[in-house]
């Protein structure tokens, strides 16, 4: 049995079309072009299923892929298009039997998660004698710190983690089982390329939001720069814009030799 990943959302902050946008790629009926604000899902082969960050598009993404099981989720940085859905993860919660789901981010994160959803995160200062709880509206989730230096073991599932440079903050980028996930990042140090080209990955899915050089992305040019530097046997391409066709695109990704290069969409599924 293989790990599966579908492709919850393929776009940039704004999401395409971007509100308001004539653009060419924006107004396009290819339905390639038409992305929600990036996330994932995985199916282990050892039986879990996950989500890697939740954005506010997220319950039309679990509506569409007719996801019915989350048994955590990692949120790889404090941006609002990769955050700002989680209260949709409630239902999840519901059971029977009722549960909690665990969050796990690294330290900065966590200490963001818990100022923006105090009602989740911090009750024990929300909600008080005089303040209780009325209703079920809150999501039983309970954030975990994890240490990017170490490996963390979810039932028979093991991950890696490297903190990426997102700007003047930091990104989760996750390794599971030969598949490394590098988002949000304007860059990777020469130590973290090298160390990803050493694991031999079976699959990489990397940032590329613009055919411009940006301040806290990765370009098309960097983004294939890094590809054939990590030297995975397949790449896919995620988190574009609107500066980027998808079939212009996955014309340009034929030119790296040797690497099978995709452009992802959304729904998309992939095995590893």
């Known amino acids: 049995m293989n790990n599966i990943i579908t492709i919850l959302g393929s776009g940039t902050s704004t999401g395409i079309p971007m509100l308001g946008c004539k653009c060419e ?37 679990l509506l569409n892929n007719k996801i019915e099981k989350v048994d955590f989720a990692f949120i790889t940085h404090d941006h609002a298009d990769h955050v700002h859905g989680i209260d949709d993860l409630r239902p999840f919660c519901f059971g029977p039997p009722a549960r909690e789901i665990p969050i ?8 963001d998660l818990e100022k923006r959803f105090p009602y989740i995160f911090q009750r024990d200062k929300v909600f008080t004698s005089k303040n209780p ?12 710190e994890i240490d990017e230096n170490k490996p963390l073991t979810i039932g028979e599932d093991k991950f890696d983690f490297l903190l990426l440079n997102h700007g003047n903050s930091k990104t989760l980028g996750i390794i599971h089982s030969g598949f490394a996930y590098i988002i949000d990042c304007h860059e990777l140090t020469q130590e973290q390329v090298q160390y990803l080209n050493s694991l031999s ?14 301040k806290t992305h990765l370009s098309k040019t960097k983004a294939f720069e890094y590809i054939e530097q990590i030297s995975p046997k397949r790449a896919g391409l995620i988190h574009m814009g609107h500066f980027l066709e998808h079939n212009k695109l996955a014309q340009e990704a034929k030119n790296i030799k040797n690497i099978d290069v995709f452009v992802t969409y959304d729904s998309m599924q992939i095995k590893y």
């Open 25 to 61: 790629i924006c107004q396009s009926d290819d339905p390639m072009n038409k992305r929600l604000r990036t996330s994932i899902y995985i199916e282990t082969a050892k039986g879990l299923s996950f989500i890697v960050d939740t954005g506010p598009d997220l319950r039309t993404q």
């Open 133 to 144: 709880i009325l209703g079920g509206g809150i999501p039983s989730l309970n954030l975990e």
């Open 104 to 111: 796990y981010t690294h330290s900065a994160c966590k200490i």
């Open 201 to 214: 990955l079976e699959l990489l899915i990397i940032d590329c939001v613009t055919s411009l050089e940006h």
